[in-house]
């Protein structure tokens, strides 16, 4: 190749890589007290296949050694921007707004690529000029010795992206963000991440989904490894199902098409009607009340006997506490099974 074709390719943010030309790609770090495991996250991303890769670390105020070792690690190969803490979503979005490239890969720093991630995923946008979003299956890690407390969920092409975010048949469809590398206009279409919300990831994928973006699959193995650790959002049960009806509560303000919206809401009154009974951390009358709306969401979810069962396990002494006692396991499923639910109401 000439001097003159290889300048111009690298001064358009492009690179040639064994006659093929690369388009950069932009992978966000979201960081927050996350050294020593930041440095694999960070190396994992400069050392990816594809090149050219630009890295932004958006540093949510950490005060371990975070911004120290990063200076003396990595310098001027990766752009560094520290803010107050805005938790991932915030970070997602000061990284998008300083980045250039034409793809954007978003990563926790206590996460890992798998070298070929961005590669294998870029392949697939080659194949499929449509696609907008491009989404494969993910690892878990854990730091702390004991058995496995997870299960990988494999993810697989979908025919209807829309309403497995809605309604998972596994629970979760095992897409994250690790796991996605997004086309820049998929992000200029959707908009921002939601900073408002505990679990801004599916409130992404519900807008990306209902605003038309074209989501592919890449088979294969994992594109990255995720660590699991006490600390993590993910680890406090009680607020992800919060979090996530919030998340639905905001869907079903703009999902208005059927059989979309139905689903939607019986999903959302299922989550109200758990939070009801479980009464914490609200009173007797609020849990009542939000009984009732999660009746008024969805009545052919929330039927009129489920309503009852939930009414007399909130008001009768001691109820809600025994319905989820482990003891009382066989009571709990016969109350999930007239009720009409799942036997995991938390």
Request: aromatic fraction near 10%; glycine fraction near 8%; include cysteine.
């Amino acid at each position: 190749m000439s001097y003159q074709r290889r300048h111009a390719l690298e001064t358009s943010g492009l690179k040639h890589e064994g006659g093929i030309t690369g388009a950069l790609v932009s992978v966000v770090v979201c960081a927050y007290n996350n050294w020593p495991d930041l440095e694999m996250t960070i190396e994992s991303a400069l050392h990816q296949s594809h090149q050219p890769i630009e890295v932004i670390v958006v540093d949510n105020s950490s005060t371990d050694a975070t911004p120290v070792e990063l200076q003396k690690h990595f310098g001027n190969l990766i752009k560094y921007i520290c803010q107050p803490n805005k938790g991932d979503a915030g970070a997602y979005n000061t990284g998008f707004a300083a980045a250039r490239g034409e793809y954007i890969q978003f990563v926790d720093g206590d996460d890992v690529l798998a070298p070929n991630k961005i590669q294998k995923q870029i392949d697939v946008f080659l194949a499929n000029s449509d696609a907008d979003i491009v989404y494969g299956d993910i690892r878990h890690f854990q730091d702390a010795a004991g058995s496995p407390a997870w299960h990988d969920v494999a993810t697989q092409p979908e025919n209807d992206i829309l309403m497995e975010f809605i309604a998972p048949r596994n629970g979760w469809t095992g897409i994250g963000a690790l796991g996605v590398l997004f086309r820049r206009r998929a992000l200029e279409k959707v908009g921002p991440w939601d900073e408002s919300l505990y679990i801004a990831d599916l409130d992404y994928w519900l807008r990306a989904a209902h605003a038309g973006c074209r989501f592919k699959h890449c088979a294969g193995s994992p594109m990255g490894f995720m660590r699991r650790h006490a600390r993590q959002m993910s680890a406090d049960r009680s607020a992800m199902d919060r979090g996530r009806e919030a998340v639905l509560e905001k869907a079903l303000g703009y999902i208005n098409s059927e059989p979309y919206r139905a689903r939607l809401a019986a999903n959302l009154a299922e989550y109200k009607y758990r939070s009801a009974i479980a009464r914490e951390p609200i009173g007797v009358s609020s849990a009542l009340a939000k009984l009732k709306l999660a009746r008024t969401t969805s009545p052919q979810r929330v039927t009129a006997l489920a309503y009852a069962l939930g009414y007399a396990a909130i008001t009768v002494p001691g109820g809600s506490f025994l319905a989820q006692l482990r003891p009382f396991g066989k009571v709990r499923g016969l109350f999930a099974s007239l009720s009409g639910f799942h036997d995991d109401i938390q």
